[in-house]
């Protein structure tokens, strides 16, 4: 019987080492291991060849599907029987699945993200998904990773649209947990520094995401740039790995579980779902001068706030699916908004089209 709960404090990491450049050290970091492996994805390596200019990389290599199943973790895990540490290189959902496969096969665990879209690289859980790439679980490992090797100059060589995704997801590690917490009738110690983290987030990302995104455009790795990378990967953990399930999801991400149900939805990019769920979760709270008050924010960085952003109908139908989900007990939007109601959540669609 497992000992892990939600609410233990899971502070992140044994290392985390953010310094441009040092994904091309992974080599040095390999030498205390008797036989490594590297899981990857197929976009994940032509990225980290393109940046590195390794000819090969410095151990085995396994590919993914690029599902996040729990099927492709057994799968590679059968495959990765022996090895023991893996280097997980690429973004959050490989990063999710190769937890699952260090955790069946009881090794250590390198992550170097490719893209700064979520924080998964960070934390100790891994988000699974079906292959309709539908959402199935929140599973929370054992152990955390024992590096995580963060370089801004490779991160930045990815779509920019996942940066933006990870803006919005990392926001709303404050907008999700403040109503939580609000209603908490004492808050421990740890609870506290959630609490200071995720304001400390909200105000790094909208003081600096704007100028990150120029300077990316631009080709530069600057320190605004690397401020959001960190608070995407590593700050965007510790609400969670500090404050537990209080901390780590109500409202925004219950509406971008349930938007997974839409044919189309795939399409956009996790962080940029979630995003537009912190604007249903603040009308729903009855919030809509803090909901008004991201708008030039988002249109400046280009997170959306409609169903025409994502590229999808907004039909009474599709409202009403999305909804429904959000709404149920497999779904935490009653975490921030308590008593929550399919209707309460059409109406705060509807009215996020008109705003």
């Known amino acids: 019987m497992s000992t892990i709960f939600d609410d233990d404090i899971r502070s992140g ?3 985390y080492i953010s310094e441009p450049g040092v994904a091309k050290r992974l080599p040095e970091y390999l030498r205390e291991y008797r036989n490594p492996l590297i899981i990857t994805g197929r976009k994940s390596e032509s990225a980290f060849f393109r940046y590195t200019k390794f000819s090969d990389f410095p151990a085995p290599v396994l590919h993914y599907d690029g599902s996040a199943t729990l ?7 059968r495959e990765a029987d022996g090895a023991d540490a893996i280097v997980a290189i690429g973004a959050g959902k490989l990063s999710d699945t190769v937890k699952n496969v260090a955790e069946e096969i009881g090794c250590h665990l390198i992550i170097i993200p490719t893209l700064a879209a979520t924080c998964s690289a960070y934390s100790a859980l891994s988000v699974n998904y079906d292959g309709e790439h539908r959402y199935v679980e929140s599973h929370l490992h054992e152990h955390n990773s024992d590096l995580v090797l963060v370089d801004a100059g490779l991160i930045s060589t990815g779509p ?3 940066l933006v995704g990870g803006i919005g997801d990392t926001l709303a590690k404050w907008y999700e947990s403040d109503p939580v917490f609000a209603r908490a009738n004492a808050l421990r110690a740890f609870d506290r520094l959630s609490q200071r983290s995720a304001a400390l987030i909200r105000d790094i990302l909208l003081e600096h995401s704007e100028s990150a995104l120029h300077s990316v455009h631009a080709g530069q790795t600057s320190e605004s740039l690397r401020l959001v990378i ?10 969670g790995g500090f404050g537990g399930t209080r901390a780590r999801a109500s409202g925004a991400h219950a509406i971008h579980d349930a938007l997974t149900l839409l044919p189309g939805s795939s399409h956009t990019v996790h962080g940029a779902k979630v995003a537009y769920g912190i604007i249903i979760q603040l009308l729903a709270q009855d919030d809509a001068a803090e909901a008004l008050t991201l708008l030039p924010f988002y249109r400046s960085i280009g997170l959306p706030h409609t169903f025409a952003a994502m590229h999808l109908e907004p039909t009474h139908k599709a409202f009403a699916t999305v909804a429904t989900f959000a709404a149920s007990p497999q779904a935490a939007f009653g975490l921030a908004v308590p008593e929550i109601t399919p209707e309460r959540i059409v109406k705060a669609m509807e009215q996020a089209e008109t705003l």
Do not use: F, K, S
Not at 71 to 77: I, T
């Open 71 to 77: 099927q492709n973790a057994h799968d590679l895990a």
């Open 160 to 162: 920019i649209e996942y």
């Open 13 to 15: 990491p044994d290392r």
């Open 230 to 239: 960190d608070t995407i990967i590593g700050l965007g953990g510790t609400v």
